[in-house]
């Protein structure tokens, strides 16, 4: 801030005073404060002390008005009550500070965008909107569209047409299917969701694939409504069955669903994974506790964002830039539900 004098308030220091004291062009100084290299350190220096000294802080509302930037971004989740969300949401908003973005959460559930969640968007002036677990109804799509406001789907894909990063899911339910067959095990249940994502039916149909290759069969399909309480229910569902009507392996289509199964099964007095393996997908951090120590296919989430977050960048500079589809592999790992 500028020091006042003779009773005027202080000037709000710019881009233009610091060039002023500098005794630089107001375009050095930019450069210096972006940390470009074709600007000498002794000068990036110094700027850089001068901008500290007089409290310099950038103007969002001009870069805007010349770049058409503001550098906030839409972030549209799914449902609360599954932690892998949240986990995203973490994950997205300390990326974006790293990349010195800013994040407007918008909390859609499980269903699609409707054409209010699009209008908000706009309103807010987003540069572009990362969705989760929604699918983008063709109103929706066409809004933000026509108002040139880029769109990426991250951990599924639209069924016809749009950008999207998305972990190789189908990859995922094949890896898991060969882990539970070279543990012996020789007969499977999917806790599956009825909703028609790519994300649940790409892990089924991988999953499923994987399994009859080895000779065998998915036996057993219930859907547990991608919650905590519909893997519970399906536990209460198989515990109701003979002992040898349940299958000797079950493959949970999330990790949330897996954690409602294992306590509904043990409730019940089903040993995990001595009387059934359980695994799951996603690999959200809850997953990894001692008193599930699930067996879990980790999605790359914070690749995912970044990869979701450059291909935002570059359609805000160029729109004609083609949509385009990221697939990334995912990591096993083991832990005890799979025996």
Sequence with gaps: MVKAQGGIPARRTTIVTLSQIAGVAPSTVTRALRGDTRISKKTRDKI?????????????????????????????????????????????????????????????????????????????????CIISSATMSSQAGKICDSNNVPLVMVNRVAYQSGCAVTCDNRGGGEELARHLVEKGRQSFGVIRTSNFSSTARDREEGFLTEIRNAGYDVTLRIDGKSTYEGGFAAAEQIAALPPRDRPEALFALSDIMAMGLMDGLRLKGINVPDDIAVVGFDGIPQSGRAIYDLTTLEQPLTLMLKRAFDMIEARVDDRTIPEEVITLRGRLIVRGTSG
């Design 48 to 128: 850089l002390a001068l901008a500290q000294k007089h409290g310099y802080t950038p103007n969002i509302l001009a870069r805007t008005l010349s770049s058409g930037r503001n550098g906030l971004y839409g972030l549209v989740l799914g449902p609360s009550t599954n932690p892998f969300y949240a986990e995203l949401m973490y994950e997205a908003t300390a990326l974006a500070e790293q990349l010195g973005f800013r994040i407007l959460i918008i909390h859609a559930g499980t269903g699609s965008i409707e054409e209010r969640t699009a209008q908000a968007l706009l309103n807010y002036q987003v540069n572009g």
